[in-house]
């Protein structure tokens, strides 16, 4: 007997092999550098990511599979790269006053948040549902890490802990849906199984019905829907604030590529079965996600809140169903990734040492205070309200006329009631910066050039996706077609 090794196409793998390396370097590089030169990882960490990036965009437009045809690189997965790529880059650059106040090692926390990157780039790319868990775990053990990296503070072991068993459970889930699918189709490849789901006789068995009822939950956990909601407020306040916006952003981002392409692809000649599921699902998330955030006096814990009901508002274009509602999808998802890195950006400019739950108090009067940074933190909310001119108004547009022309006209009408309701808490931090008196013992913004940085790429980049939205949305338009076909 004799064994072969597959080939690899090189050019298909060389942007998971970089990122690969470079978060190793990171470690290497970890142990022979001295305190004071430990900055260098950062850029080392930055520099393989710009040079991921520059390879995925020389690739637009080709389709290549890799490792044995269970990952596939098109413009769907590249488009979903580079923004994961980009959520690590501002990651590294708002981190930046996070790591040196809270004495958080660099080398472990770069290379961490490049593994994560990994595992959202393979779950983007996954056309094997093994592949897709290996991704996910890939992703899930360094934020497990990361969100406990506080070490001295209850808070963080708890979100670490929380996270941690939580997280197991939604793991199994998905594992036993994965293995109901297998036993269904006798393949775990989603081309096979969309072959074998295509025959009418494949859905009176109920292997198929558990397999993807299990696997829905698994990634409605990280998705952050109700009723899987419950870690979500917790592990994002107790985390660091640099993690919460990597994880606020990315791991979103990630588990809708996972949701498109399983229920996009393997799973579409049973559109009409899952309509029903996922249409309760979307506005529960919505409404408890608004309602529960009204309520909240931590800036951290709303946006927790808020980022559960932006999980109902796409699920809603995911129900569509169509091409326009998928690309809707990838669309908002860049904007979410723009407005919520610079509102993090602007909470970690004014943070303390030692506080990671910043309440609205400390907010009042920052409009007279720092005008400037009032102003980005004011862009943010608007945008996260879905106010003109910012992208979050161009992107709920794109995800309600979806829903509108696939003819779920009641859903969408809940949907903007529920969208004016998130105008009042996120109104509320405007309010408090522009019309309350500054408060004696207030904290002064720290700002590095990192943060300036960062702030500055989230305004101008949450202010042009609003006025002049077509490029991102015909790069999202052609991605997704490359992805239906």
Known sequence: MSLSIPQLDWGGAAPFLVLTLTALGILLFDLFLSVRHKVWLMHLGLTGVLLTMALLVSGFGDQKRVVGEMLILDDFSRFFHLLFLLIAALTFLVSVKDVEQERIHRGEYYALVLFATLGMMVMASAADLIMLFLGLEALSIPLYILSGFLRGQLTSNEAALKYLLLGAFASAFLLYGIAFLYGSAGSTRLDRIAAHLSHGAAWENPLVFFGIGLLLVGLAFKIGAVPFHMWLPDVYEGAPTSVTAFMIAGTKAAAFAALLRVFGTALTPLHAEWVAPLWIL?????????????????????????????????LVAFLAGTSRG????????????????????????????????????????LGFRHPVLAFSM?????????????????????????????????????????????????????????????????????????????????????LQLG???AGVWDLAVRSVRSFLG
């Open 326 to 365: 998928f690309s809707s999808i990838l669309f908002y998802l860049v904007v979410y990734a723009f407005m919520n890195l610079g509102a993090f950006a602007v909470i970690i400019a004014l943070a303390r040492q030692g506080e990671e739950r910043p309440t609205l108090s400390a907010y009042a009067g």
């Open 378 to 462: 004011a862009v943010f909310m608007f945008s996260l309200a879905g106010l003109p001119p910012t992208g979050g108004f161009m992107g709920k547009l794109y995800i309600f006329s979806a829903a509108v022309e696939a003819n779920y006209v009641g859903l969408v009408v809940l949907a903007v009631l529920c969208s004016l309701i998130s105008v009042f808490f996120y109104l509320r931090v405007v309010v408090v910066m522009y019309m309350e008196e500054p408060r004696e013992g207030q904290p002064n913004p720290v700002f590095s050039p990192a943060i300036l940085i960062t702030l500055f790429l989230a305004t101008a980049a949450t």
């Open 282 to 314: 979307a506005l529960l998330t919505m409404g408890v996600g608004n309602v529960a955030a009204l309520t909240q006096q931590s800036i951290k814990r709303m946006l927790a809140y808020s980022s559960i009901a932006h999980a109902g508002y796409l």
């Open 467 to 469: 006025l002049l939205p």
